[in-house]
């Protein structure tokens, strides 16, 4: 007997995993290729953002804009709230009003990508096989050429094909930066970083 949607749906503190779940058509495996990706590669945002408020406000702006597209993309939804909170008093100059947010963020942003991690099935964290370095950079062109033609699906499957390796740790940070740019829809700035890297040899 099947099980039903329900009974697929993992309950995870503070994401609406059936909104989510209907949002991605039911599809488990994508369920947690996304949170997994969430965990990895923003559970410092809210560091991120209290830095760069200090030295360059412009970019703690897109950084708050950014993770409070993700928060909503994943329907977490107080958090998403917190941080559009947060996003409106940087664009409106309200700076009293930052370390309140901030500290809400940086406890509660870390606490659910802790909650993804304890909820997520071990298998899915088992690495996939380690890529050659033709085979990457082959994926990496068909990426650009994607972006470059805004196949917005196209650039997601590519993204996630990469993510299922196991890269070197000396790429591993090139390609969390360049997966978050994908996932929050700025392929501008994912050409411009693949634009900047230096291919490796085969």
Request: proline share 7%; glycine share 4%; charged share 30%.
């Amino acid at each position: 007997m099947e099980p039903s949607p329900s009974d697929r749906t993992p309950h995870i503190p503070g994401i609406d995993t059936v909104e989510l779940m209907e949002r991605i058509g039911e599809d488990t495996e994508l369920l947690w290729e996304i949170l997994g990706e969430f965990s990895r590669a923003y559970r410092d945002f809210p560091a991120r953002i209290a830095a760069a408020l200090n030295q360059d406000p412009a970019e703690a702006k897109q950084l708050a804009h950014t993770l409070k597209g993700v928060l909503g993309n994943l329907s977490a939804n107080t958090l998403f709230a917190a941080c559009k909170a947060l996003d409106d008093a940087i664009r409106e100059g309200r700076a009293a009003s930052y370390p309140e947010l901030l500290a809400t963020l940086a406890r509660d942003v870390p606490a659910l990508c802790d909650a993804i991690d304890r909820a997520r099935p071990t298998q899915d964290a088992e690495p996939g096989p380690a890529p050659g370095s033709v085979w990457l950079e082959d994926r990496y062109a068909e990426l650009r050429a994607a972006l470059e033609g805004h196949r917005a699906r196209e650039c997601k499957a590519i993204v996630e094909e990469i993510a299922a390796a196991s890269l070197p740790a000396p790429e591993q940070s090139f390609f969390e930066a360049l997966q978050a740019h994908v996932r929050a829809y700025r392929f501008k700035d994912a050409q411009a970083l693949l634009d900047r890297r230096a291919p490796h040899a085969a």
